[in-house]
């Protein structure tokens, strides 16, 4: 974990420290470089608030942490201040804590500006992506005590945008009334995924069979039993494709084991899912305990690493509903507010196994910005500070998210990334978000783009077209017909020609099909489905093809 040095407060800050009675911050351990203030925050000056036993804040108290806030403005006149210092009148006056500032920390930073919820960050990273976009950004690991116990004074709510931090000091934390949402007890179960795997099956979740290896006898013993490829997985720090390896016979088993580092990484390894396809549901919980399911997805990795999300899924109604009924009862088990991602497999033989979960927003989740009433990250919010939560529901047919991932080191990488992006911005229906990190590497999470539209073939041709090495002018590339005119015969030709005449006169994009109606009714039929499925959204058809086609069209 990087690890940023410099003294930050002038000592203009520090004598305003030594000032305050109630003093619970060590300047010393702050020169030890834990951690750093990067800019001056813009805390409520007139009302001081002050962490109860219950992290609750209390206004008119005065707060080391506001006091020290203070004095780093004070000392740094450039700074703007705030209009409405004098009050607050946010939809919560809670404070929220990210414990991380990568993309999704971004992403929640965004949707807590719509809802004037303030965020602030821990991340070790002084330009992370959330950085720019927060309230204030603690430079430190969210992964040391001092530094994370440090950074919860000055919130009133903790959550994590990674579950790779400091959980024992998030457990004394709630001990002394911090208030963690999600729990810790979740933070700890999920961040060790042979831990998650044994929670699950205690709790009767349908899961691919597991054992932990400690050597290559009980690898190879976990063989014989599981059978080939066999997954084998590092129990801790896996994230983005690390910590996965696959080994398709028993020979492979020790270059597998090798190339997660070897057992004193701590891994087990899992019977292989013959999948028909990956889902995923994004499922929220309220402080009040209530649960609100989103449409089950689905995700296709690259690589390990999540490169594409369909929403909604295609698969059959009752997969969906035992996806959802899986994740709701996955999520059930563990304890929090916030939201929670379930990441399932859908076997050949109809069960829904889980895969893992994830105790915050997710990568499955971010079409839910731009497809759903409530996005994950505004939901995540609400969860946390106790508002309302608000419908998951989508709110466009359909929706296509598309990982931008690093597909060459160093400025190649921006150079490609780039000329993506511009192609994506004439793109109908396109939404890009760039997650601004300052370096780029080969398969990391740089931004994505999210496609919306009236259908999943149309955004899937649009995402097709974006694709396409020489789409350069994508936008005329992608008109595509909005009408379908269609005859049970030639007979209906005569009548049905001035119907594209009078569209191609209005320059509207239009198909036309003759199929043997007479014959062949069902050809009506699986027409009007397919053309559906483009985007047409009107169907012309003569009097005789009218007749085979479906009463809602
Ligand atoms: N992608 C994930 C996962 C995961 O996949 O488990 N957990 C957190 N994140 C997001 O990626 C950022 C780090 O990304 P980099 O490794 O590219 O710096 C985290 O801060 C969080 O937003």
Redo the contacts with the bound molecule.
């Keep these: 974990m990087q690890k940023l040095d410099g003294e930050v407060f002038s000592k203009n800050t520090e004598s305003v420290f030594a000032a305050s009675t109630n003093f619970i911050f060590n300047p010393s351990s702050y020169s030890s470089n834990k951690s750093r203030l990067r800019k001056p925050p813009r805390l409520n000056f007139s009302s001081m608030y002050k962490k109860t036993n219950s992290g609750n804040i209390n206004k008119s108290h005065q707060n080391p942490v506001s006091m020290a806030c203070r004095a780093s403005r004070d000392s740094n006149e450039t700074s703007p201040a705030r209009k409405d210092d004098s009050s607050v009148h946010g939809l919560s006056e809670t404070i929220v804590g990210v414990l ?6 971004r992403m929640l930073c965004q949707a807590a500006s719509q809802l004037a919820i303030k965020v602030m960050v821990l ?1 070790p990273l002084e330009n992370c ?1 959330a950085s720019a976009l927060s309230y204030h950004h603690m430079v430190g690991s969210f992964d040391d005590s001092a530094t994370v116990q440090e950074f919860a004074q000055r919130c009133g709510v903790l959550t994590v ?3 790779h931090v400091d959980v024992a000091t998030m457990e004394k934390l709630e001990q002394q009334g911090v208030d963690c949402q999600p729990k810790a007890s979740t933070i700890r179960i999920i961040q060790d995924k042979y831990l998650q795997k044994v929670h699950f099956s205690r709790h009767g979740i349908p899961l691919p069979e597991f054992m932990e290896v400690n050597d290559l006898e009980s690898a190879r013993r976990a063989g014989k039993q599981f059978g080939y490829p066999l997954m084998v997985k590092s129990k801790r720090l896996a ?2 494709g690390r910590g996965n390896a696959v080994a398709k016979s028993e020979e492979e088993l020790s270059s597998a084991i090798t190339a997660l580092g070897g057992f004193d990484r701590g891994l087990y390894v899992e019977k292989w899912a013959p999948f028909v396809k990956e889902l995923a549901v994004i499922v929220v919980r309220g402080r009040d305990k209530s649960i609100l399911c989103y449409p089950v997805v689905e995700t296709i990795h690259k690589e390990n690493i999540c490169h594409i999300v369909k929403a909604p899924a295609a698969v059959p109604w009752k997969i969906s509903e035992l996806a959802t009924d899986v994740a709701h009862k996955a999520v059930s088990s563990l304890e929090g507010a916030g939201i929670f991602a379930v990441e399932l497999f859908w076997t050949n033989n109809g069960q829904i196994l889980l895969n893992e979960v ?1 105790p ?1 927003p997710h ?1 499955s989740g971010h079409h839910t910005i731009e497809s759903c009433y409530t996005s994950q990250f505004e939901q995540h919010m609400r969860a946390v500070v106790g508002l309302p939560l608000g419908d998951p529901s989508m709110k466009t047919p359909a929706a296509i998210m598309y990982n931008l991932l690093g597909e060459a080191e160093g400025e190649r990488g921006f150079y490609l990334a780039h000329q993506l992006i511009g192609k994506a911005l004439s793109i109908p229906g396109a939404t890009v978000h760039w997650y601004d ?1 300052p370096e780029m590497r080969q398969q ?2 740089m931004g994505h783009i999210t496609i919306v539209g009236s259908s999943m073939g149309l955004v899937e041709s649009h995402l097709n077209s974006l694709l396409k090495e020489d789409s350069s002018d994508c936008q005329s590339k992608t008109v595509l017909p909005r009408i379908g005119i269609i005859m049970g015969s030639d007979s209906d030709l005569p009548v049905m020609k001035d119907a594209a005449k009078i569209l191609t006169m209005f320059s509207v994009p239009h198909e036309v099909r003759i199929v043997s109606a007479h014959r062949t009714p069902d050809l009506m039929f699986s027409y009007a489905s397919s053309a559906h499925e483009r985007g047409i959204e009107i169907i012309i058809a003569g009097a005789g093809g009218a007749a085979h086609l479906p009463g809602k069209l």
């Design positions: 991380g500032g990568g993309q999704l920390g991340d992506p945008e990674i579950e994230y983005d994830a915050r990568n990190k990391r999470k």
